[in-house]
């Protein structure tokens, strides 16, 4: 009996075994069954393409650069279509013989090899890397036909940054250009072939917000790395569109009015919302010519120039204000006391200091003047006179109320701050105690004064709103996703300055323009309500001698162009009821006379054109605090 019983476990556990291992063998089989089901059926596809040689590449698409448009919706930069010749090193056994190729049916310099060559080495091995862009359709057929010769090299659609106002705008948007090494931060976004950034002006200082986000393109390429066809594509997000403050109609106008003058800057404000509606400056150039590529003879006309057209001489170029400074001082002396019509000072042509004579721009003198007359007339020795008994100190401090000697930080890059002296500011900055003679000759806006063409348009804008901290901007907002979003601006502060001062100030303008005595009365506007009130303004840009000043030889259309001195003019209009400012500098123009019409001219246009009052887009949302526009 127990080996009966023995044999039956036996014969059971075995039972057990063959059921498990049955059960094993059915749950793998069932698996792998399941395993070939998913690859060769639901990834069929997939590993199709993947058979043969082939495998799937994914690359970066560069995404849409958003528009720049002005105040009314004009597009002011844009994008164009492109076609380029990339080449990938890993994708070709000889560059060089690829290249060499290539230069037979497109044009490649000597400076377009050594250029690629160096991208090649400082890139990756699979990101391609621009030989030509910009190719007509026939460098592109040919390249298309000639495919099997040229091992690594294909066609690409881009997008190129296009300015319809060409010169006019330059200044303002700046340009666009190709990473340069320095620039390069890891984002693999900047190694894109092609692929540009903002160098100056809006595209430099709103690049990040207009550059968008990267797509993707995933596509099928054989063995020897030849694209065989797009699999999937996500075009990514396009960038901010940038709404700015300018009217492009003025902007053109102002330019072009500069241009009858060899170098000149001018700027317009709305003085209140700051908006600035024009800035202007020339000479100028094609900023479509860094996007498509300069040639060394190109670059080094533009920066031998001596006339700097890359320079945005509105914020950057700095100049002696000249008489346009004369209101601060009036402004400073007002409230240290001294009254605009109980003081006056005699002008019998210079005052003496010492040794020294400091002369008036008139040679006979202006005879006995108050404030308001020694602003119509621009008597130097009335504002030496008040100069003298307040301190170049006193004259620092109410300059820098008015946007003087320090950058307003006004929404464009490259901003100059200019200089306001102070006694301490010569010692810091020159080791030497300050002269008495040099406070006469800062009341002129002479010496070391020092200030931009944007300062003295926010100084005006200050002067016109009546006593408000008027801050300029160039950006209104943006438009996102169909949505337009305003930048808040914020209430302007008061500068604390008494009312009376300011009506004071008001009125010798008033009479610099609009009295047959004062100094711009052959400039003013004669359209009723539409009048401005200014300031003539001559920087000398150097010393006149004794010798000269005797001889009489010294009237600047008797002097080289360089020697000239430099013509300013400030104003606001309509008289009665201020709304826009402008600054206007022409250098070496001979004097006020030069800058004057011009600043009558705009103004008028301004007026004529009325840009602050009406804007044809309509923002949805406000960005920050309360939004100032009064057109939003």
């Not at 094609?286 to 001596?306: E, V």
């Not at 002008?347 to 202006?366: E, I, T, Y």
């Not at 007026?607 to 949805?620: C, H, L």
């Amino acid at each position: 009996m127990p080996m009966v019983h023995d044999e039956q476990d036996r014969h059971k556990g075995f039972t057990r075994r063959v059921l498990m291992l049955t059960c094993g063998k059915a749950a793998l089989l069932s698996a792998l069954v399941a395993r070939m089901y998913y690859l060769q059926v639901v990834e069929a596809e997939k590993y199709k393409t993947l058979a043969e040689d082939n495998r799937i590449n994914l690359r970066l698409l560069p995404p849409r650069r958003g528009k720049i448009l002005d105040r009314f919706g004009q597009e002011l930069a844009n994008n164009q279509q492109n076609f380029r010749v990339v080449v990938v090193r890993e994708q070709t056994p000889d560059l060089v013989a690829t290249l060499d190729a290539l230069s037979k049916l497109i044009h490649l310099s000597e400076h377009d090899y050594k250029r690629i060559l160096r991208d090649v080495k400082r890139k990756r091995a699979f990101v391609p890397v621009t030989v030509k862009d910009n190719l007509s359709w026939n460098q592109v057929s040919s390249i298309e036909v000639n495919a099997a010769d040229l091992p690594g090299a294909s066609i690409e659609v881009g997008e190129t940054r296009f300015y319809p106002y060409g010169a006019d705008f330059s200044h303002i948007l700046g340009y666009v250009s190709s990473v340069s090494e320095k620039e390069l931060t890891g984002d693999p976004l900047l190694e894109l072939p092609g692929f540009r950034i903002g160098k100056s002006g809006i595209e430099k200082y709103h690049d990040n917000d207009m550059r968008g986000q990267a797509g993707t393109s995933e596509f099928e390429v054989n063995a020897y790395g030849r694209v065989i066809r797009e699999l999937a594509r996500n075009e990514g997000g396009s960038g901010r569109e940038m709404i700015l403050t300018v009217d492009a109609g003025l902007q053109t106008f102002v330019q072009q009015r500069l241009m009858s003058e060899q170098s000149a800057a001018s700027v317009v404000i709305d003085i209140k919302n700051g908006d600035v509606l024009a800035m202007g400056s020339v000479p100028s150039y094609d900023p479509s010519a860094f996007n498509l590529g300069l040639s060394n003879k190109q670059w080094n006309s533009l920066i031998n120039n001596p006339l700097t057209p890359l320079t945005n001489k509105a914020i950057a170029g700095t100049y002696a204000p000249g008489s346009t400074f004369k209101m601060i001082v009036a402004l400073a002396a007002m409230k240290e006391g001294i009254g605009a019509t109980s003081h006056t000072a005699f002008c019998p042509g210079f005052m003496k200091l010492g040794n020294a004579r400091f002369h008036c721009w008139k040679r006979g003198g202006h005879g006995r003047v108050n404030m308001i007359e020694g602003l119509q007339h621009s008597c130097d020795v009335y504002f030496y006179d008040v100069a003298r008994r307040i301190g170049v100190d006193k004259i620092a401090e109410m300059a820098n109320k008015f946007g003087l000697g320090a950058r307003v930080d006004i929404d464009l890059p490259g901003e100059r701050s200019g200089v306001m002296p102070t006694k301490a500011w010569k010692l810091a900055n020159i080791g030497e105690p300050w002269q008495g003679g040099e406070t006469l000759i800062t009341s002129i806006g002479q010496g070391f004064v020092l200030t931009t063409p944007l300062q003295l348009a926010v100084m005006v804008a200050r002067i016109a709103s009546g006593g408000k901290k008027v801050i300029p901007r160039i950006t209104r907002g943006y438009r996102e996703d169909g949505k337009a979003v305003a930048y808040g601006q914020s209430e302007f502060e008061d500068l604390g300055i008494p009312q009376e001062h300011m009506r004071m100030v008001h009125q010798g303008m008033d009479a610099v323009s609009n009295n047959p005595r004062g100094t711009a009365y052959k400039y003013r506007i004669r359209k009723e309500g539409w009048e401005l009130a200014g300031k003539t303004g001559t920087a000398q840009v150097r010393r006149i001698t004794m010798a000269e000043r005797q001889a009489g030889i010294f009237k600047n259309e008797d002097l080289p162009w360089r020697r000239r001195d430099h013509g300013l003019f400030v104003a606001y209009a309509p008289v009665d009821n201020p709304r826009y400012a402008c600054a206007v500098v022409v250098e070496h123009g001979g004097g006020s006379k030069s800058a004057a019409p011009v600043a009558r001219d705009i103004l008028r246009e301004t007026q004529r054109r009325d840009p602050a009052r009406t804007a044809a887009i309509s923002f949805d949302t406000v960005d920050g605090v309360k939004n100032t526009s009064g057109d939003s």
